[in-house]
């Protein structure tokens, strides 16, 4: 475990036909081992493209995306199967990405037939047993049908699951978005405390920044298909550059991030990714659009405020001086 530095990449763009459609553009991330990387967006902004390429149901166009060293979208054969092995996924709506008719203890101990095809039958039951406990289930449960659990327990089933190949990434498509408010904070603590334990890497993507808040380290904001913030968690909440991460943070409660929510009020829909406007993609819902805006594409540009924290917006600077945020109140 010297590696210390192994990261996990993820770049390029789709273009599917049979028009242009440009969900995922030149987006290009990191992952550090440990570490938790939250994707936010709205729907639409290209979050969950990002995600199935990753899963390799569809390919990217161009670009690449790399896990410790090994290419995801080139890999076949068995390095595919030792890519799947180490890359996990946990779905939004579990009950979906359960088998109806299988019980909870053939399909957490499915995988392990694949990656561990040695094991005996009375081992992968004892194996099965540690992953339920692992989530916070217990070894009678394996008997059961997916269909006797709620919400919150069949997400459980199904971080079972991906635990039971032994992955080091785990990424996760809206893992608690299908689930009521009051389990949401289990399973993202569930989450955070597996990372923990396992030394696992996360990537969590989301449509709401609050989830995420207290268990990403960092944190990249997708509209439209492109990265237009990215920065350490802390940094986003206390000094958010971009006009529409400060919009998707005026829309948190005042009680779940400690600070006046008037920043600025998202008007207008998304663009449709069939035609996105010219310039910077956000102008067309941007307070603070001007006329370069309409003609240049702003890049990430990194920020006063820490390393590793970058905007795409020509004017962030002014813009954060203009209309300073107001201190938060609480951590
Ligand atoms: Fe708004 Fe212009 Fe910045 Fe885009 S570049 S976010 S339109 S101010
Ligand atoms: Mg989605």
Partial sequence: ALNLT???????????????????EDVSLSVR?????????????????????????????????????R???RAKGRALTELRRDMQFIFQ?????LNPRMTVGRLVGEPLETHAPEMSAKDRRAKVSELLAQVG????????YPHEFSGGQRQRIGI?????????????????????????????????????ALGLTLVVIAHDLAVIRHMSDRVAVMYLGSVVEEGPT????????????????SAIPVAEHGRARHQIALTGEMPSPLDPP????????????????????????????????????????EIAAEAPLPRATEG
């Fill in 234 to 249: 802390d940094e986003i909440f206390a000094s958010p550059r971009h006009p529409y991460t400060r919009a998707l943070l």
């Fill in 33 to 69: 081992q440990g570490e938790t990387l939250a994707i936010v967006g709205e729907s639409g902004c290209g979050k969950s493209t990002l995600a199935r390429m990753l899963m390799r149901l569809i390919e990217p166009t161009s670009g690449q995306m790399t896990f410790e060293g």
């Fill in 160 to 196: 079972a699951r991906a635990l039971a190949s032994g992955p080091k990434l785990i990424i996760g498509d809206e893992p608690v978005s299908a689930l009521d408010v009051s389990v949401q904070a289990q399973v993202i603590n569930l989450l955070a405390d597996l990372r923990d």
């Fill in 93 to 97: 709506d579990p009950f979906s990405s």
């Fill in 278 to 317: 010219s310039g910077c993609r956000f102008h067309t819902r941007c307070p603070f659009a001007r006329e370069a805006c309409r003609a240049d594409v702003p890049a990430l540009r990194v920020t006063d405020t820490a390393p590793g924290h970058r905007a795409a917006c020509h004017f962030f600077e």
């Fill in 137 to 144: 289930l217990r070894p009678e449960h394996a008997d059961r």
């Fill in 6 to 24: 192994r990261h996990f990449k993820i770049g390029g763009s789709l273009f599917a036909k049979p028009k242009v459609l440009r969900a995922v």
């Fill in 71 to 73: 290419q995801i979208d």
